[in-house]
């Protein structure tokens, strides 16, 4: 008997969904369906449609996911074909064009939803690419999408990540690794690649996120134009990234504080790594290791002229909400203790849980509270390698104060 071909997954939405996605959002979460032809499978195509039946997008179904349909298009129907992949590519590509010199070839290159590639991050790290996947839908057209980079972008090497929470899965269902080597030459050392100049490593197999925190590439180039004749401390500082700008920018000492003996064998290395840049060679370089909200919570050894507090997300989920707004508060009232008359804080929060408004105000009570006059100097998100065009992608935001 012959068998029919499958028909088109088509999903009808709720009213307020539609909405949503009109305005750009996009996620369709799974109690937004109001009906579905069949069953979807994992990582297709679905076809949504709005309350009078008209085409609304199209988008890659996962049944296993609360966002049950991460959106790809909308406006008028469209077929989705390697031309198709190739295009979104392209003008994903022309958005980052001009923005980085020779002196940067480590940066993001597709940041998820924002640029069109939902839940799929790709950085580069000069010669190697990291493609970073968030949700199992994409590994189904794992290699479409992988023939789609290396057609626009012929990367020497490129190393596959995967979110923690879809590890077993793309192991059960596609045995596929976190940190496998997708095609190129097995690396011989940790990769290392430019930014603004600076050598780095890059631990892209195993490292956190795709292995450097390429998102704070413009608050450290901010913290260079600082640094000059300061006492610096970089407050959970993972490898280095802001130390190294400061000790560039002419910062008489820099003190990397962190939690990790792994991040700060990296930080060792950066500077290593940074020798021949004369602001490097001079500056002294301390690491401590220890659990950074206790030892801000002390009493002061010592005071420093600008301090860096980056720390991790302190709100996983929104639960946490509360409570890490009254940590954010905390952390920036006892470091501010730190701080020598005439110093700067440089305040960061990557939860994307906490909004920026209630970050910001956090950190000003915690100025207010330290009695003494400050000013503030800015306040600064995104940078344009990292896209925000939705609510739930704006995480990362910082606050510059001077405290008399
Ligand atoms: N500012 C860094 C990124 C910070 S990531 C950069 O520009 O690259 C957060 C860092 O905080 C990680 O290195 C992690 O090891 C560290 N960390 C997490 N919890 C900590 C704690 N309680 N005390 C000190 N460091 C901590």
Known sequence: MESLPIPR????????????????????????VRAANRPGRLGELAVLFDRHDKFLALGLFDPESPIRVRVLHTGKPATIDPAWWQGRL?????????????QTNGYRCINGESDGWPGLVLDRYDRTFVLKLYTV????????????????????????????????????????????????????????????????????????????????????????????????????????????????????????????AHALAGARRNFALNQAVPGVAACRHDCVRADAFAWLAAKP??????????????AKREAERARAIGAYR?????????????????????????????????????????????????TTSHAPDHPATFPEAQYLKAIYLRLG
Do not use: M
């Open 330 to 378: 905390q952390l920036n009232a006892d470091g501010l203790r730190w701080l020598a008359p005439g110093g700067v804080l440089v305040a960061a929060s990557c939860s994307a849980h906490v909004s920026t408004e209630e970050f910001f105000g956090a950190v000003r009570q915690a100025a207010r509270a330290n009695g003494r006059p400050f000013a503030e100097w800015q």
């Open 90 to 102: 392209k003008q994903t590509l022309a958005r980052r064009e001009g923005l980085f010199d020779a």
């Open 137 to 260: 839908a994409w590994l189904p057209r794992l290699d479409e999408v992988v023939g789609c980079i290396r057609a626009a972008l012929h990367p020497p090497r490129l190393v596959l990540r995967l979110s923690r929470n879809i590890q077993a899965l793309a192991k059960e269902r596609f045995c596929r690794d976190d940190g496998e080597l997708l095609f190129g030459e097995k690396p011989d050392g940790p990769v290392t690649f430019l930014e603004s100049g600076l050598r780095f490593e890059a631990d892209v197999r195993q490292g956190q996120k795709t292995g450097f925190f390429l998102d704070q590439r413009e608050n450290r180039r901010c913290v260079e134009s600082l640094a000059r004749g300061r006492d610096v401390l970089n407050a959970f500082s993972f490898s280095g990234g802001f130390s190294l700008y400061a000790a560039r920018g002419g910062a008489k000492s820099v003190t990397d504080l962190d939690l990790s």
């Open 9 to 32: 997954l088509r999903l009808r939405v709720t009213a307020t969904a539609e909405t949503l996605i009109r305005a750009g959002h996009p996620w369709l979460f799974a109690d937004s």
């Open 301 to 314: 050894a010592r005071k420093f002229d600008l301090i860096v507090l980056d720390p991790p997300s302190l």
